[in-house]
């Protein structure tokens, strides 16, 4: 689609509120070009203990020995990228390249004028924007202070420094997202307690406290997000904002008083978290992406004297409980469009399953990082339907969860997404996720890239990467590009039969049907999609998994030592099995930025020719151990 489309139907999307919101950003932009504030005033002087840290003596011994081993990586060149993508990096960084690609493309250009979505040179906004998220920064402070690394303390000023220096106030790529500079602020208050706090001499943080605070401070309320953008992005910018002004209250001159911003904060927290705790986006990783940003806010909300409405207190409680029941015990597939992103690197090593672990109320030493930096967890407070045929239902948020001996099911019942444009949404409405022993074997395909990659990110949102029975070719809803549906397609509904899970989704013309029914050692799954639609079901297995075809209508799969056999009964017109690449099918995407192949089984039914019956059933054959 034509970048002219995209933003015709991008406006056809928003309220009259938002366009007058736009109107007003553009005038703020034209005067802000010929004007841009003057922070050489500004002395930090009153400073609040947020974060409170703990007693370096308490560290757990594994965060210990993850740090030492991260600041020879990080002193290195040996980055991470959203957790998992190792990246060789300068020294300094260089602040405006894609490490992936390869691709250099500084610019001192006022950042109202660039188009980050666009990049020259196929360089990827995300790339850039991640090493200016500074993680790396806040594991050289955290050595600091619980290891007493002086290398580790001079090196993370030294790179703040020439951070600054290359990305002067408003100007260049990592000044074109309020949410970019959220976070900075987030993880600067974290270096600045941690340095601050670790002994060693550090007197350049006067200075940088000068340089980065106020500035992002005004940037970051001025150009908040707003309308169908908020998203997660709202409660990243007030987070920011609220642990900014809660260690340094006189910066509430160059944003917001903490008033408003505790207001603001609490009315995006009931906005973005369904009544069971859901997140709207219906993307997982965001789930915890968005409870990490709201947790640090409340801690800092608390530290400044400020009370959180009970509201808000069962809406995280019941946000806490939603990631640990819905999120896998190991072998993560999250389902939705996210980018593996996280908020401050507080875990020892691994962020999901310590994060699950420690907000389940652990004590084991998977979730002791987490437990010093945080302290306790939320208490749970779960608003699931436990309904006859053994699943566990988040009926606003339209998750339901089965967890029983070997098996793990998640039926995703689900809207699009959130707001106007359901941005992160999927079509995955009657998807089936399946874990058998803890192992991954019918998956959610994964984002892939926001930008990088504009063909496979759109297979990975459609209707065809999904195992959901959809009609041959099937359109709707239709997606015009990058964070963009052309409408919600209706709510999926919900019944028990016959000790069945059964969920529908009607669409334009057309009803989808899917039933859910444990039978002995496994499970039954029925499908349909009226009399007169011919219709498919792409079973997309994970990656390594060893998939046989034994005979017409029966399958083995085996991963990680678990054997599954899948059957098919003969009302299918056709069973295939595609073990290769059939243009986008077949790929997956374990996590942002990287993608793998993984089996399909292809099942097309002609209900003219027989109308109803259309089955697959999964069984455990054996496993090692």
Avoid at 5 to 14: D, E, F, G, H, K
Avoid at 136 to 146: G, H, T
Avoid at 222 to 242: D, Q
Avoid at 403 to 412: Q, T
Wanted: aromatic letters at 12%; charged letters at 25%.
């Amino acid at each position: 689609m034509s970048r002219l489309s995209w933003y015709w139907y991008r406006l056809r999307a928003m309220s009259a509120e938002e366009i007058a919101g736009h109107v007003r950003k553009k005038l703020w932009q034209r005067q802000d070009v010929r004007s841009l504030p003057d922070f050489s005033t500004f002395e930090p002087s009153s400073v609040v203990n947020f974060p409170a840290l703990p007693s370096q003596d308490a560290a757990p011994e594994q965060l210990k020995v993850a740090l030492a081993a991260d600041v020879d990586r990080i002193l290195g060149g040996k980055w991470i990228a959203f957790g998992h993508m190792p990246l060789q990096v300068d020294d300094p960084p260089r602040w405006h390249k894609d490490y992936f690609a390869g691709m250099d493309v500084p610019s001192s250009a006022l950042a109202f004028g660039l188009n980050h979505r666009e990049l020259p040179k196929g360089a990827d906004i995300k790339l850039i924007w991640e090493l200016s998220r500074w993680y790396e920064l806040v594991r050289l402070a955290e050595a600091a202070y619980i290891l007493k690394d002086q290398r580790a303390a001079q090196t993370c000023i030294r790179w703040l420094q020439d951070w600054v220096k290359h990305n002067p106030s408003y100007r260049g790529w990592n000044w074109t997202s309020a949410l970019e500079s959220g976070m900075r602020l987030i993880q600067f208050i974290w270096i600045d307690a941690l340095l601050s706090g670790s002994g060693l001499h550090v007197p350049e943080l006067t200075q940088l406290r000068r340089d980065i605070l106020p500035s992002h401070i005004w940037f970051t309320w001025r150009y908040k997000s707003f309308g169908s953008s908020a998203n997660n992005h709202l409660l990243g910018e007030l987070a920011g904002l609220i642990l900014a002004q809660t260690r340094w209250p006189e910066l509430a001159e160059y944003g917001a008083e903490m008033v408003e911003l505790h207001r603001q904060f609490e009315k995006e927290v009931l906005n973005q978290f369904a009544s069971d705790g859901g997140n709207r986006e219906q993307a997982l990783n965001y789930q915890l992406f968005s409870f990490e940003f709201c947790w640090q806010a409340r801690l800092a909300l608390h530290a400044a004297g400020k009370t959180v409405s009970p509201e808000v207190e069962e809406r995280l409680q019941r946000a806490a409980e939603f990631f640990v029941t819905v999120q896998a015990e190991r072998d993560f597939w999250d389902y939705g469009d996210s980018d593996s992103a996280y908020v401050t690197p507080l875990s020892a090593r691994d962020a999901v399953p310590e994060w699950r672990d420690w907000l389940r109320g652990s004590r084991s030493s998977e979730s002791a990082a987490l437990q010093f930096w945080l302290g306790e967890p939320p208490k749970f407070k779960s608003s699931a339907q436990c309904i006859s045929c053994d699943w566990r239902l988040y009926p606003d948020s339209g998750i339901a969860v089965h967890r029983e001996l070997d098996w793990m099911l998640r039926f995703d019942l689900s809207p699009l997404g959130y707001l106007a444009t359901a941005a992160h949404g999927h079509l995955d409405a009657l998807h089936l996720s399946i874990w058998l022993k803890d192992v991954a074997f019918i998956i959610d395909p994964g984002t892939g890239a926001y930008y990088a990659d504009n063909k496979l990110r759109a297979h990975l949102a459609s209707w065809d990467a999904h195992n959901a029975p959809h009609p041959l070719k099937l359109d709707f809803p239709k997606r015009f590009g990058p964070f963009l549906w052309s409408q919600h397609h209706p709510t999926p509904t919900w019944k028990e039969s016959n000790d069945s899970l059964v969920g529908e989704l009607q669409l334009p013309s057309l009803r989808l049907q899917r039933k859910v029914k444990q039978v002995n050692q496994g499970w039954l799954v029925e499908d349909d999609c009226g009399p007169d639609q011919n219709f498919v079901v792409n079973w997309q297995f994970a990656p390594e998994t060893i998939l046989k075809q034994l005979d017409a209508l029966t399958f083995q799969a085996e991963r990680k030592g678990i054997k599954m056999e899948i059957r098919v009964n003969d009302s299918w017109q056709k069973v295939e099995l595609i073990n290769r690449l059939d243009g986008h099918v077949g790929k997956v995407s374990p996590a942002f930025r990287k993608t793998a192949v993984g089996p399909v089984i292809k099942l097309t039914a002609c209900p003219q020719r027989v109308p109803t019956g259309f089955q697959t059933s999964f069984r455990l054959i054996s496993f090692n151990g």
